[in-house]
């Protein structure tokens, strides 16, 4: 059966503490992940796709990457501005959604 | 550019009521969906459609029905609504199912 599991499902960081959020799963013909990010009150944001394990995406502090069975999305030197939950989507045959890692980051 | 529009973004229904989410594009995508999130469940899939006239079942679509008459516009009709449907709904577009998609504000619905 198809599973998604994101995490922790929170984590609390000082501003500068570096660290990583894990999305595993077992999703049948996986064709590729998304990583999004939600504020609260809003729709998820979109942030990167990555196709293929092995493949690397960055946007300022955040580094996406993937491998056969899981991606973890690494946080460089936080700031409180990075405070959201963060939800990534593998999709094969069918499109999941994990139930997110909620970031805060403390000044 | 507006994006991706919902409205209500708050509602109250009584069991039973029956009540129509509008959402609407304007990025001419042909991709169109509806989720719920629930507290610890993620997003889960209600209906989608690949392009005016074409819609289909997501993982939970009891409850719940949808038509796409023109590209822009993905209405989900909740037909007699149960406290289980109490929820936020989030609706989505895209230019195909394995592109980025774009998220409506969401709508906070609560049925007592």
């Known amino acids: 059966e198809d599973q998604v599991t994101q995490s922790p499902e929170a984590l609390r960081l000082q501003e500068g503490e570096s660290s990583s959020l894990n999305c595993s799963y077992t999703?049948?013909?996986?064709?590729?992940l998304f990583w999004y990010r939600q504020d609260p009150g809003k729709g998820p944001e979109f942030l990167f796709t990555?196709?293929?394990a092995g493949e690397e995406k960055e946007k300022e502090r955040l580094k996406a990457t993937l491998t056969k069975k899981e991606s973890f999305l690494h946080i460089t030197a936080p700031k409180p501005e990075d405070s959201a939950t963060y939800l990534c989507a593998p999709w094969g045959d069918k499109f999941y959604f994990g139930s997110g890692t909620k970031l805060n980051v403390k000044p | 550019n507006a994006g991706v529009t919902q409205t209500p973004k708050f509602q109250v229904l009584k069991t039973g009521q029956s009540m129509t989410l509008q959402c609407a594009q304007d990025m001419n995508h042909e991709y169109m969906s509806w989720y719920r999130q629930d507290p610890g469940m993620g997003l889960r899939l209600i209906h989608y459609?690949?392009?005016?006239?074409?819609?289909d079942q997501g993982e939970v679509p009891n409850g719940y029905n949808v038509s796409r008459s023109t590209t822009e516009d993905f209405p989900l009709r909740l037909l007699s609504a149960a406290p289980s449907q109490t929820s936020v709904y989030f609706c989505?577009?895209?230019?195909?199912?394995?592109?980025?998609?774009?998220f409506g504000q969401g709508t906070r619905l609560t049925v007592v």
């Open positions: 999703v049948s013909g996986l064709r590729g």
């Open positions: 459609s690949v392009g005016a006239g074409i819609t």
């Open positions: 990555l196709y293929s």
């Open positions: 989505a577009s895209s230019y195909t199912m394995n592109t980025e998609a774009f």
